[in-house]
């Protein structure tokens, strides 16, 4: 492994077998991850996109140590996760959206302090540490709060600088802004980035199905479906991709019975995706060129479905995934992960 690399993975894969226990046999196989080949360069803040399901959080768990591979190799900080896991994790920290992490009888200061400790770091050195990232994140008026009486926001700031605590060479960020308001999540955004700013040569691997959040954050983002990384590039090369295209959204009124097929069966039509509005339906477009838009429209015409509103617009990264796994990432949603 080059000495640039943070983390490094060889044809992993990840398999879950159930078995029988009545008649000790294989139940049933769920592959979780398959054939995952990624190199993270030292100080990038590297983003893993998909949705529930996809795979991103038993990677997290292998490259934490967590879990075994089935296939293939990772390494991490340069050690390799099934024979050095001793090395790896004093060099690493994970925080996970949601945890529930912590004594609720503890203050928030106590909490930490607590958690400081099994890495070893000396009383003084944690304690200014504490103060100085509480400060950060806007959370210093409640450091003599139990964590019981936080809310969920304030919780997860919690859990958020009980990660950068140990200021550890590769931290993993497993969709920490989940649950949180949009006030809560920019904050926490916020506070990532100057982080990474002001430590260049720290390694930070975020796991979203937000797509917003990978693109104001990440330097570069694989996007994984199914256990397979199916795209590894910058937010803006990913987009780059689509922008030969033209890419309209259309709000229409109830499409009787047209369906997405059928538009796509249009020349020039490369993608059609319809999804439900308020009152009406939302039709987003990828056509070969802007003069595909008139079919398009004169086939709405013949169903007497009426345009509210055609907007034409720049690519985003839900255009990306759409082009790359064929739906949107709202309609991978509701599959939980092993």
């Known amino acids: 492994m080059s000495a640039d690399l943070a983390i490094e993975t060889h044809h992993l894969g990840r398999i879950y077998t159930i078995r029988n226990r009545r008649e000790r046999r294989i139940r049933k196989e769920i592959v979780a991850l398959q054939d995952v080949n990624l190199e993270v360069p030292r100080g990038e803040l590297f983003g893993l996109l998909g949705p529930n399901g996809a795979g991103k959080t038993t990677l997290i768990k292998i490259l934490t140590t967590l879990l075994a591979p089935t296939t293939g190799w990772a390494r991490v900080a340069g050690y390799d996760v099934v024979r050095e896991p001793q090395k790896i994790r004093p060099r690493i920290n994970m925080v ?3 945890e529930t992490s912590g004594y609720g009888l503890l203050t928030v200061r106590e909490n930490l ?11 003084r050195e944690a304690n200014r540490r504490i103060e100085d990232l509480l400060r950060r994140i806007g959370l210093a008026d409640r450091i003599h709060t139990k964590s019981s009486d936080l809310s969920t926001g304030l919780r997860q700031k919690m859990n958020i600088v009980r990660g950068f605590l140990t200021d550890p060479e590769i931290l993993f960020l497993d969709e920490p802004t989940l649950g949180l308001d949009v006030n809560a999540a920019r904050d926490v955004r916020q ?3 100057e982080w990474m700013d002001a430590h260049p040569d720290r390694t930070v691997l975020l796991t979203t199905h937000y797509m917003v959040e990978a693109d104001e954050l990440c330097d570069r983002v694989a996007i994984i479906s199914q256990g397979r990384v199916l795209a ?8 780059r991709r689509l922008r030969r295209e033209a890419l309209f959204d259309i709000e229409i009124t109830a499409p009787n019975g047209l369906t997405a097929a059928a538009l796509e069966a249009l020349p020039g039509v490369r993608k059609a995706v319809l999804s439900d509005a308020d009152g009406g339906a939302l039709l ?9 838009l008139p079919g398009v429209i004169g086939v709405l015409t013949e169903r007497a479905v009426r345009v509210r ?10 255009d ?10 709202a309609e ?7």
Not at 309 to 318: G, I, N, V, Y
């Open 96 to 98: 996970s959206g949601g």
């Open 113 to 123: 302090w607590m958690f400081a400790q099994f890495y070893g770091l000396p009383s």
């Open 191 to 193: 506070f990532i980035r």
């Open 232 to 239: 590894c590039d910058s937010p803006e090369a990913l987009k």
């Open 284 to 292: 987003k477009l990828v056509l070969a060129e802007d003069s595909a």
């Open 309 to 318: 509103h055609l907007t034409k617009r720049e690519p985003t990264l839900e």
């Open 320 to 329: 990306v995934f759409v082009e790359l796994v064929g739906r949107p990432l």
């Open 332 to 338: 991978e949603e509701g599959r939980d992960e092993p």
